[in-house]
């Protein structure tokens, strides 16, 4: 039993999670409550067409080359990753556009041809994203900053003397509002906050920092697919003797005088000190764990992230001028995130982001044909509230991508939604929300639920809502982290 550790979730956090107890030599098995890992991150595959359904973008490739390498493996053995070039193509309410490079020089060219009077001004506020990261990294990314022996080391100490440096008390927009004059790239840069499910008017300019983690390490796509992280994480933890259970959902984290003593699965107790839940926080404290209704209380005042409207078509058609990511900007950002978070209602001009896995792996869509993953943001669910209406939401995503003369109205030969509801239900997170909960205050970095729960002793946690947060990257260090500490417990 001292070496048993009960893994709840088969998401990215739960997958590294695993892999590295097991490869620190801990007996574990993985309880995923659906008949396939990946959570947020699968597959569609109907009528010759193939669609990611979760995160679309590798950013930070050396964190998934150290959780192979530490076990034994090169990442090449499992994966090719395959960078993005145009990272991104943005399309502006104007009618103006920019493609998006991790090179330096290329982006600088196309920012100054956007925008003459702007010219230079990126290397600036990429000294200035770059300086967030150095100053950061270690500490909030990489560290479990709430485990304060580890925080106060003294190679971390500069880092804590520096706060100011990494512009707390600035929000995202006004961070970027001090490099740019063009209001496009303030609007571009402002969407970086969107990775972690935040309002960029909201949220702290520490989060510039992001920015830099993608033009600096750039973007990747994984070959053949997003899904196939999760098969290659699999894979890897089943080598090490990870026992996965898919379709097993663990009904209660039971608990013994007020600490862990194991989980129940099916009406069978698996006793163990140690569980590690990537499963959403604030909904595993919810509904798998009874009692404790301060901690629940304190969880559910926590903001959610955004949510979203996800609509996968299978397009008869193909678009020379959409790159593979593609962004549709709104006329008005600042109205949009307005109604998204303050009226809780789906913007009535939306922000619409297309990705095309087609335009780097031809076979993910008939041949002349596209595989079109439209994402729109969208508010979290509150009890009372009115949901958006799919079909409404798809008639203004038409309209936005008309407004671009771009008409796929009529040749949409396949398609599926995911709503707000089905995140929810599916993979139960709190209140519909895709990246946990979001960064609308200064001291969400200390806030946000810590590795080690100081709630219930023996309880780990990991997945985006929790500490360092969301995106393919801090998730996967999430449930290294929380390996860690379960492991320090010996």
């Known amino acids: 039993m001292a070496r048993q550790v009960a893994v709840i979730g088969g998401g990215l956090a739960g997958l590294s999670g695993a892999i590295e107890l097991a490869r620190r030599g801990f007996s574990v098995d993985l309880f995923e409550q659906t008949g396939r890992l990946g959570g947020k991150m699968n597959e569609v595959r109907r009528e010759g067409f193939r669609f990611d359904t979760g995160p679309s973008l590798l950013t930070m490739p050396f964190v998934l080359e150290k959780l192979f390498a530490d076990a034994g493996f090169r990442r090449r053995e499992f994966l090719d990753l395959v960078p993005i070039e145009p990272m991104c193509r943005y399309f502006f309410a104007d009618g103006s556009r920019l493609d998006a490079s991790s090179d330096a020089a290329a982006m600088e060219t196309a920012i100054t041809m956007l925008s003459e009077r702007d010219r230079g001004r990126f290397a600036r506020f990429m000294a200035y994203s770059r300086r967030i990261y150095d100053l950061t990294a270690e500490v909030f990314l990489f560290t479990p900053i709430h485990e304060w022996k580890r925080v106060l080391k003294s190679r971390h100490l500069s880092t804590l003397g520096a706060l100011p440096a990494i512009d707390p008390l600035r929000t995202v927009h006004r961070g970027v509002k001090r490099f740019f004059r063009d209001d496009r790239l303030v609007q571009l840069f402002d969407r970086y906050a969107t990775y972690n499910g935040s309002n960029p008017y909201q949220a702290p300019a520490t ?12 973007g990747f796509y994984v070959r053949g697919g997003m899904y196939r992280l999760v098969e290659a994480l699999q894979r890897l933890a089943t080598i090490l003797g990870v026992r996965i259970h898919t379709g097993m959902p663990v009904e209660e984290i039971v608990t013994e005088k007020g600490r862990v003593a194991g989980v129940r699965v099916d009406g069978t107790l698996l006793r163990t000190e140690r569980v590690l839940c990537s499963a959403d926080v604030v909904t595993a404290f919810n509904h798998l764990l009874p ?4 901690e629940r209380r304190r969880l559910n005042r926590l903001e959610p992230s955004l949510s979203g409207m996800i609509f996968l078509w ?27 978070f303050d009226g809780l209602r789906a913007p009535d001009d939306p922000t619409v982001y297309v990705a095309i896995t087609s335009r780097a792996d031809a076979e993910d869509a008939p041949e002349g044909m596209e595989n079109w993953f439209v994402l729109v943001n969208m508010p979290y669910l509150r009890p009372g509230a009115a949901e958006s209406d799919a079909a409404s939401v798809r008639q203004t995503v038409l309209a936005r991508l008309r407004q671009q003369e771009i008409d796929v109205n009529g040749a949409i030969a396949c398609e599926e939604v995911i709503t707000p509801r089905d995140f929810l239900e599916r993979y139960g997170s709190n209140a519909g929300s895709i990246y946990g909960i979001s960064s609308n205050s200064r001291s969400m970095a ?21 500490h360092p947060g969301g995106g393919i990257p801090l998730v996967l260090l999430s449930g290294r982290m929380a390996a860690e500490l379960i492991a320090e417990m010996e």
Not at 291 to 294: S, Y
């Open 207 to 218: 989060l510039n920092i992001i920015p830099y983690v993608e033009y600096g390490f750039g």
């Open 314 to 340: 299978g397009v008869k058609k193909s678009h020379p001028g959409l790159a593979h990511h593609n962004i549709f900007f709104s006329a008005d950002y600042h109205r949009e995130f307005g109604q998204i």
């Open 291 to 294: 009692g404790f209704a301060r």
């Open 446 to 466: 200390f806030r946000r639920p810590a590795n080690r729960s100081r709630a219930v002793p023996g309880l780990f946690l990991a997945g985006g809502a929790c």
